[in-house]
């Protein structure tokens, strides 16, 4: 009833032999299920595809046997197995995939269809649901409205169709079954979590918790003559706050002693003054204060929240595995550091995931939780979950530099400084005062560390050039006079103290913009209105669609909402995203090719692909943009 073959050398080729439509006796299923305990077992097997006899993939359910008892293994174990295993399984659907056939097809992580096949939930014809799970699978893959009608209309689909839903990822002319086997050799390597569709995870209920790294320490090295003022903003301090006061009980965890004592009254004064706002009484008692990371061995989750520095947050989690229990969530709060290779540091990276919060941890909304590719559905339903339970507004993202914001950011920022450099336009533009906020040093540290700037770096070799791409090292300068923004009491603006918020024009700046300008015979022209918001705001949303391309962020919704909460987006215009659909796609792709060409060394500006794509198809609104994005490589 199933014919179970090796090919390709390490492709289990399972195919359903039940003539004339294969429908899913009780031999039928009992045979799926040997094959794929083989399968599943056999350590030369690296994916599976499934497929059907004579041109059909599965008719669905043997009706007849409805009427009697059942015999043979049920189906919808048999189904949540096959979605379960470690190995991608590819449904190669020939003919048709009605009914169970469909729902066993829903289960394979990957569906190719023949471009004569056609897809189905029929139950209802008969007067039953779909009852294998096709309810709850179908409308996580497709949106629940799209799903009801299927399946209360009982409609039969063309392949074409399904794939335009993004039932199937591809339809093919040639033989289903050949090219769903190359496909299943290519999908070895990718994770599965965000391919199981109806994820089967429960978050963890999270009762206690750590957070590593509540005190701002004066700068290090060389920059430590410059002093600090302990900002509101640091993160580690703000996440103890947000877990507290929704009950959770706390660690915080410092590296030296003077720290912790600092650390600790900040703690409580904002938390004394956060239960007052709320008037309730501030929940003190469920904090305490180490610098022992031997006193986290029984907590449930730990949020890292240490500088940015891919050795330190290392060394971090190396020690974390040895003294937290197996079960513990390590969480890292890294604003776009790679949260897999911390996790490759660790004994559990099933268990880690990333949790970026934004500045004021306690005050902002946005939580991007970022889901490395072996963090599993569980780990980022509880960081999911807990977020919630803080109040915050979650998005899941993709693991890449960056993430989704600060990924975006970066083109961003770039055309505001060479507007800088190029031109004439005074300061006033949002960018830099957000900078001076952050403060310049974090930018500085990963240009650093990426290898734009810095001492193994000759700026005139060749100048206002790295990496074969326009630079501009204005930032780097105003860094090196040891300007960081609000924190310092100087930055791009001027600042009443350290840690003031009232920003005024430095004319100093002005002076190293003129002496800059001079040094490289740039003549500072007149740069319009215009162009200023066209050129930030179009660069930042092509990245938008770049993150979408690579599969980083799920729809463009997510990404309007990261930058409403986390970056102060003007509410009014709805988001990056949804901003460029009411410009016009047409507008913003023109735009930017008039730009690109203007600076073909900017590669940001360069339009991407999928703008390309949707402008070709008529330029639809936010919410069809997800039928023409094909994410075989999703990171979510
Ligand atoms: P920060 O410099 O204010 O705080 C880092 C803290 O970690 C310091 O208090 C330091 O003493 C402590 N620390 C260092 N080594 C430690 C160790 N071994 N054990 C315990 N504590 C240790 O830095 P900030 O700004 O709070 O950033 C922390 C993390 O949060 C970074 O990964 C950063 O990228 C990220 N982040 C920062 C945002 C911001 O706006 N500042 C926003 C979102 C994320």
């Not at 990718?190 to 320490?217: D, N, Q, W």
């Not at 940001?604 to 794509?613: A, D, I, Q, V």
Request: overall charge positive.
């Amino acid at each position: 009833m199933a014919r179970y073959e090796l090919v390709k050398r390490s492709v289990a080729l399972i195919t359903l032999t039940n003539p004339p439509v294969n429908a899913l006796s009780s031999a039928v299923r009992h045979a799926i299920a040997k094959s794929m305990e083989c399968a599943l077992s056999d350590p030369k097997v690296t994916a599976v595809v499934i497929c059907g006899e004579n041109g059909s993939f599965c008719g669905g359910a043997d009706i007849r046997e409805f009427a009697g008892p059942l015999k043979g293994p049920p189906l919808v174990p048999l189904l949540d197995a096959i979605e379960a295993g470690e190995k991608p399984v590819v449904a190669a659907i020939e003919g048709v995939a009605l009914g169970g056939g469909f729902e066993l097809a829903l289960v394979c992580h990957y569906r190719i269809a023949h471009s004569k096949a056609r897809l189905g939930l029929p139950e209802v014809t008969l007067g039953i649901l779909p009852a294998a799970g096709g309810t709850q699978r179908l409308p996580r893959l497709i949106g629940i409205s799209a799903a009801l009608e299927l399946i209360t209309t009982g409609r039969h689909i063309s392949a074409q169709e399904a794939l335009k839903l993004g039932i199937v990822d591809q339809v093919t002319e040639q033989n289903a079954c050949e090219v769903a086997v190359e496909f299943a050799l290519r999908a070895v390597a990718k994770p599965l979590l965000s391919r199981r569709v109806s994820m089967p995870c429960k978050p963890r209920e999270i009762r206690s918790a750590a957070v590593m790294g509540i005190k701002r320490e004066c700068l290090h090295g060389h920059e430590q003559d410059l002093g600090m003022v302990p900002s509101l903003g640091t993160m580690g301090r703000g996440i103890a706050v947000c877990l507290a006061r929704v009950g959770i009980s706390v660690i915080a965890v410092e590296s030296e002693n003077k720290l912790l004592e600092t650390g600790r009254q900040m703690v409580i004064g904002m938390l004394e003054r956060d239960a007052k706002r709320r008037g309730v009484s501030a929940s003190l008692n469920l904090l305490k204060f180490t610098i022992s990371l031997q006193d986290l061995k029984d907590v449930n989750l730990v949020i890292e929240a240490v500088f940015e520095d891919m050795a330190l947050k290392k060394r971090v989690f190396q020690e974390l595995s040895k003294v937290c229990r197996p079960a513990t969530l390590f969480c890292t709060n890294t604003s776009g550091l790679d949260v897999d290779a911390l996790a490759g540091v660790t004994d559990r990276p099933h268990l880690v995931v990333g949790m970026h919060f934004f500045s004021p941890a306690h005050v902002m909304k946005l939580l991007e939780v970022v889901c490395g590719p072996r963090s599993s559905s569980e780990t980022i339903a509880t960081a999911m979950s807990l977020g919630k339970r803080m109040g915050k507004v979650r998005v899941a993202v993709g693991n890449c530099p960056g993430f989704v914001g600060n990924r975006m950011l970066k083109p961003y920022i770039d055309q505001a400084t060479f507007l800088l450099e190029e031109g004439d336009f005074g300061f006033a533009m949002g960018v830099f005062r957000m900078s001076d906020l952050a403060g310049l040093d974090v930018g500085w540290r990963v240009w650093k560390e990426s290898g734009l700037t810095g001492s193994d770096v000759d700026p005139e070799n060749p100048p206002r050039r790295r990496q074969g791409r326009r630079y501009c090292p204005i930032p780097d300068m105003v860094c090196e006079k040891g300007r960081f923004g609000q924190k310092t009491g100087r930055g791009w603006y001027m600042y009443d103290k350290r840690g003031g918020t009232n920003a005024k024009p430095d004319p100093l700046i002005q002076i190293l913009l003129e002496t800059y300008r001079s040094k490289y015979g740039i003549q500072p022209h007149n740069i319009s209105n215009q162009e200023i918001i066209e050129r930030c705001l179009f660069a930042l949303a092509n990245e938008g669609f770049r993150i979408l391309e690579d599969g980083i962020a799920a729809r463009p919704e997510d990404i309007d909402v990261i930058y409403l909460f986390g970056y102060g987006f003007p509410r009014h215009r709805g988001g990056p995203m949804f901003y460029a659909s009411m410009v016009g796609l047409e507008r913003v792709l023109e735009r930017l090719e008039h730009y690109h060409q203007a600076h073909p060394d900017v590669p940001h500006l360069k339009p991407s692909p999928l703008l390309k794509k949707l402008v070709a198809c008529g330029s639809p609104p936010v919410q069809k943009w997800r039928e023409h994005i094909k994410t075989m490589h999703s990171h979510l």
